[in-house]
């Protein structure tokens, strides 16, 4: 699969991202390149030029590409009829949709849906990383609670940054993680509960105000592959890992595994970021502290 990145040098076709992110979420048959155009005041023969230099596809391959993650995601956690799936991802038959989800994952949608533990999952993700093994220790963390889309959260790191310096911590020295509780089936570039974290010395005891606290991450196993893009996609790559964890027979599909964490190699700009490098962990197996 082709890696999710974008020039650092066209904020145009950055502005892009969102909209086919919210067009992938409603299920619409089409993209409009001329209202994508529109949204990224540019032409719709330079759009379509520039994203497929910069992306390696054209917009309408992309599109489908993060239309079919999403329906593997649904057939393995969701209740939907296969059909409704299929009309979702913009497909109007049942063997349409067959036919491209075969090319795209070699396997059949109802094996997926029926029998996830005897089905191949492809070990590389949106971010063009394997899927590998993964633990984190348990830490005790300084937290901000934040609502808001997933890349919306600067603010939020802003806010935990100026609390921590007050109280004589220096976040930029110390890997930050992010906590995600919200199911992107339903939230995919809506508002979504976050809480994003600094880990602290057992020394540190601040009292709590305005949704930050002090909390502890638990000890956990599960997977975790390397996301590289813009941050708006980084729930695609989740649940590229939870279909990973179904097939692997990791985790029962009564309900997805969450939440999810992320973690960054040091503390996040406080500018929102074009594409981020981050870790993404899925945690089947978090014993609780």
Same mark, same amino acid.
């Given at each position: ?25 409603? =299920? ?15 032409? !719709? ?122 109280? =004589? ?102 500018? !929102? ?17």
């Amino acid at each position: 699969m082709k890696i999710d990145t974008l020039s650092s040098h066209d904020e145009r076709l950055r502005r892009a991202i969102p909209h086919i992110v919210a067009q992938v979420r409603d =299920g619409e048959a089409a993209v409009s390149l001329e209202e994508l155009a529109m949204a990224t005041n540019t032409s !719709p023969d330079y759009l379509r030029r520039v994203f497929r230099h910069q992306v390696g596809e054209p917009i309408h391959r992309y599109v489908r590409r993060l239309r079919l993650s999403l329906a593997a995601y649904r057939l393995v956690y969701g209740d939907r009829t296969i059909i409704d799936i299929a009309v979702s991802a913009g497909y109007n038959s049942h063997a349409a949709f067959t036919r491209a989800f075969r090319s795209a994952y070699g396997i059949c949608p109802t094996d997926l849906r029926t029998n996830p533990q005897n089905t191949t999952w492809n070990t590389a993700g949106a971010a063009g990383t394997d899927i590998r093994p993964a633990a984190i220790p348990q830490r005790r963390v300084a937290f901000y609670s934040h609502l808001g889309p997933i890349d919306s959260a600067n603010t939020a790191w802003e806010r935990l940054r100026g609390w921590l310096t007050t109280q =004589g911590h220096c976040p930029a020295r110390s890997k930050a993680l992010g906590v995600s509780y919200d199911d992107p089936d339903f939230f995919i570039g809506a508002r979504t509960r976050h809480d994003i974290c600094v880990p602290v010395s057992d020394r540190f005891d601040p009292q709590a105000r305005d949704g930050m606290g002090v909390q502890v991450v638990p000890a956990s196993t599960g997977l975790a592959m390397r996301h590289v893009g813009p941050p708006e996609l980084i729930p695609f790559t989740y649940m590229h890992l939870a279909v990973s964890a179904a097939t692997k027979g990791m985790q029962r599909t009564e309900r997805p595994p969450l939440p999810y964490y992320l973690e960054f190699s040091s503390f996040p700009s406080a500018h !929102p970021e074009r594409q981020v490098a981050v870790d993404v962990y899925l945690m089947p197996h978090a014993r609780r502290a």
